[in-house]
Each structure stands twice: as structure tokens, then as C-alpha cells.
């Protein structure tokens, strides 16, 4: 079964394609729960290796740097390979990875294996949406974005928790090597479910993979992402090697420059120039951007007040997030199902809806005494009831217009787009939140609400890029524009 076969399946492959979203789904949640399940794990880390401040922060970086920097040549090649192939040696090297993260005794091992789970982690992401791409169309392709966001809602907000769990299961001292093994199972259940499951592909003559074109992005993606992930709680912004973003842009530059004369030589390309002409791609990709670079901070923000300030375990903290978790969830999957109908509506009314949640975490936090998880937990459930008609509906609206065969690279620079958000976001956010915290003499809720102010301020900016989509869908004459 080829991946454009969808609309022309017998029963048993239509029932195989949800069995195949399944395992997809399932790695999409191991790689999306390690970003946030380590962060309560980092105290653990650093008594059980004696690391110092530099290792600690490889351990956070170097996944977040090799994530963004594979996802778009990863999605590439799915397209231009094998997708499932691509896929399972992702998951492969995650589990090995992990593997060698669990059993670390000395602080180079862990910095070294959080590097190579994160290239893992960037070969199997955008091969999860190229396969919901190519196997779905319509409703059902709405219906399986919608399971996508859930997972991702899902595994950012419960995270914490899990961690929690897991460090109290294995005591303080090896605790955190938990968090790393129990991913070796799940990864070994995903290698042989994904070879019964996932569906081969047969893409004729090989493709070129635009080498060059990797090189400059990946290279570009390196300098974009170095100084928004390598901030420590004491740098401020200014002290950030931002001049690393003037080199960037010239990398980016002479990689259009390349695209542009690889394709005119007839030779297939690392990214299709042609989504810049696509609107509701790239009005999708910078809203995602922004969604995520304040959807992201907040956890963090967050957790923050609550253990610094308020003397929340690790658990404790994680199980207050829960109501965003189950919000999230619960509205990412109506969302995939209504997106067909409402389409960019949908995402306006989450946005908005987030917007008003964080507005009123804003003007509750001075004022909160007591259990302030369970006060908390209205505004949290609103925020992801917001939160989940946003992503889903997003990716179903920013690839709904894209070639399938370019599923895989248009999928990966969305991931990526959303991964740089996320540092963006984290990077300013917990910078101006340090910042706020020193200044104010430790007063922990006034940071909180000073760094909101940021957070708040992105998702206007998504909001804007939602409304000018939403008027331009009117115009064009889109039936789900129309109010």
C-alpha cells in the first residue's frame, strides 16, 4: 500500500490506517513527554552524576537543539525514502538513547545521549504527520489531527507529573534513571508494532535528498536555536550570543539562493518554495510559531511559582496542571472533528479563549491564599479547552492545501516552526522571569505575573495571524469563514 492510496482501501487497510495512527501516536507522546518529564528531573541529575550548571543545561539543549535541527531534513527524507523505515530507525535510536541516558555514570554519557535522542526524537516527529497526510483525507484526516493534538496537549501537560511519580517510585538518587528507562520498553513495543502495522512505500526512482540544502538549513537552524537554549536562570538576554541570529539569516539566504537553483536544474528540493505561495500554510506556520512560544513558557512559569514559591513538590506541581491536560485533550479531539465545518473559527475561539484564561491567572495570582492548585484549576481547564482548538485544527488547516507528497518536509518545518517558538518563548519568558525575581527581592507571584505579560502578548499576536486568515478564508469565498 503506497501513501496516496488512502481513498481507494478495502476494509481491513481502512481499519489498519487508525491502527497505524495508534503507533504514531504513541511515539509522537514518548518524544513530546521527554521534553517535559526531565525538567522535574534535573535536581536528581545533577546530585546522582555530581553535574555541574553546564551539563545540566546539555541536558535540557542538546534535545531541544538536535530536535529542531533534524525535523525538516527527517521529514524530507521520509518523503523521498521510506516513511516507516525513517520512522523506526527514529524510534530505535530514542530507545538506545534512553537507554544510555538510564544507565549514565559519568556526565558526559547523559549529554552525549540527550543529543542523540533528540536526532531520534527529530526522525520520527514529522513522519507522524506526513502519515496522517497521506493515509487520511477529510473528515477523517480532521478526526486524526484531532487524536494528534490531544496526544500533544496531553504529553506537554502531564509530563510533570509523570516525572514526579516516577522519581518518588525510585527514590531521589536514581529516581531520574526512570524517567530515561521507561522508554526502553515503550520503544522496543513501537519497533514491532510499526513493522506490522505502518504501511510501506514505493516512491519509484530515487529522489535527491539536496545535501546542500540539509547542510545550510541545518546549519542555519543551529545559529537560530544556540542562543535561545543555552541561557542559564542567572544570564540575562543581553548576555545571549545573539549575533549567532545575523549569521543565521545568512545561511537562510543562501539556502533560498540553492533551493532556487537546485530546483531549476530539475532536482528534487530539501523544502518546496512553493508553500511560501501557499497562505494558508504560512499564515498556519507563524501563528503556530507564536501559539507555542507562549503555550510552552506557561508550564514552565508556572511550575516555577509553584515550587519556588509556594513549596509544591515536583508531583504536587505536575497534578495542579492536570485540568489544562484534561481540557486540552478533551477539546483537541471535538476539534478535529468540527474543523471541516468551522475551520479557522475554531482556532480564533480557542485563541481566544486561551487569551482570557491567562488574563485571569494574571489578576488572580496576587491575590491567591491557600490551596492555589485547586483555585487555579478552573482558569487551567479553560485555558486547555482553548488550547486544544488551536493546535489540532491548525496543522489540519496549514496542510490542507499542500501537496501529499510534501507531507513530510511541510510537516517538519511546522514542527519546526513550533520548536522554535518554544525556544523563543522559554528563552524570553523564564529570562524575564529570573530578571523580574531578583529584582523584586524573591516575590515569586510578581514574576509570575510579569513574565504572563509575555506569554499573553504572543498569543495576541497568533490570534492577529487567525483573524487575517479567517478574512482572508471570507473573502476567497471559504463556507467556513463566514460568520
Given amino acids: 500500500m503506497t501513501d496516496t492510496e488512502a481513498t481507494e482501501l478495502t476494509p481491513d487497510e481502512r481499519e489498519r490506517r487508525w491502527h497505524a495512527l495508534a503507533v504514531c501516536l504513541l511515539a509522537g507522546s514518548m518524544t513530546l513527554l521527554d521534553v517535559s518529564i526531565v525538567n522535574v528531573a534535573l535536581p536528581s541529575i545533577r546530585e546522582g552524576l555530581d553535574a555541574g550548571n553546564g551539563t545540566i543545561q546539555w541536558v535540557v539543549a542538546g534535545y531541544a537543539l538536535a530536535f529542531g535541527i533534524v525535523l525538516v531534513p527527517a521529514g524530507r527524507l521520509g518523503d523521498a525514502r521510506s516513511r516507516r523505515n525513517v520512522f523506526m530507525a527514529g524510534v530505535a535510536l530514542f530507545t538506545v538513547a534512553s537507554a544510555v541516558c538510564g544507565a549514565a555514570q559519568e556526565p558526559l554519557w547523559i549529554g552525549v545521549a540527550r543529543v542523540a535522542q533528540g536526532v531520534g526524537g527529530g526522525l520520527i516527529t514529522p513522519q507522524v504527520s506526513g502519515f496522517i497526510q497521506n493515509l487520511f483525507t477529510g473528515a477523517e484526516r480532521g478526526r486524526a489531527f484531532g487524536l494528534f493534538g490531544a496526544t500533544i496537549g496531553v504529553s506537554t501537560a502531564i509530563g510533570p507529573v509523570l516525572g514526579g511519580l516516577l522519581i518518588q517510585l525510585g527514590g531521589d538518587e536514581s529516581g531520574w534513571r526512570l524517567v530515561f528507562y521507561v522508554n526502553v520498553p515503550v520503544g522496543i513495543a513501537l519497533l514491532l508494532l510499526a513493522r506490522r502495522y505502518l504501511p510501506t ?20 537552524m543551529l545559529f537560530v536555536l544556540l542562543p535561545l537554549v543555552t541561557g542559564g536562570q542567572d544570564d540575562s538576554l543581553s548576555q545571549r550570543p545573539w549575533w549567532l541570529l545575523g549569521v543565521a539569516a545568512v545561511l537562510l539566504l543562501g539556502f533560498v539562493l540553492w533551493e532556487r537553483h537546485w530546483t531549476a536544474r530539475r532536482r528534487e528540493t530539501l523544502l518546496d518554495l512553493s508553500l511560501v505561495r501557499v497562505r ?15 503555550f510552552t513558557s506557561i508550564f514552565i512559569v508556572l511550575t516555577l511559582y509553584l515550587q519556588q514559591g509556594l513549596g509544591y513538590s515536583a508531583l504536587e506541581a505536575g497534578a495542579a496542571q492536570l485540568p489544562f491536560a484534561v481540557g486540552s485533550a478533551t477539546s483537541a479531539f471535538v476539534g478535529g472533528r468540527l474543523v471541516e465545518r468551522l475551520g479557522r473559527r475554531l482556532v480564533v475561539t480557542g485563541l481566544v479563549m486561551i487569551g482570557v484564561a491567562l488574563v485571569v491567572v494574571d489578576l488572580l495570582v496576587p491575590h491567591l491564599e491557600g490551596h492555589v492548585g485547586l483555585k ?27 501537496d501529499p507528497a510534501r507531507a513530510g518536509a511541510g510537516g517538519g518545518l511546522l514542527q519546526t516552526a513550533q520548536r522554535v517558538g518554544s525556544a523563543i518563548g522559554v528563552a524570553v519568558v523564564l529570562a524575564l522571569f529570573f530578571e523580574r525575581l531578583r529584582s523584586s527581592d524573591g516575590d515569586v507571584a510578581d514574576a509570575l505575573s510579569y513574565s ?4 499573553i502578548a504572543f498569543v495576541l499576536v497568533a490570534l492577529a495571524l487567525g483573524v487575517v486568515d479567517l478574512v482572508r478564508r471570507a473573502r476567497d469565498g471559504d463556507p467556513t469563514a463566514e460568520t
Avoid: C, M, W
Fill in 280 to 294: 494558508s500554510y504560512v499564515l498556519g506556520l507563524g501563528l503556530g510559531t507564536f501559539y507555542f512560544a507562549g
Fill in 452 to 455: 504572563l505579560h509575555v506569554t
Fill in 376 to 402: 487555579l484549576a478552573p482558569v487551567l481547564l479553560l485555558a486547555g479547552l482553548g488550547g486544544g482548538l488551536v493546535i489540532t485544527p491548525n496543522i489540519t488547516l496549514s496542510l490542507d492545501e499542500v
Fill in 201 to 220: 512505500t514505493d516512491r519509484g526512482p530515487k529522489q535527491s535528498l539536496d545535501p546542500v540544502g540539509v547542510l545550510l538549513f541545518g546549519t542555519a
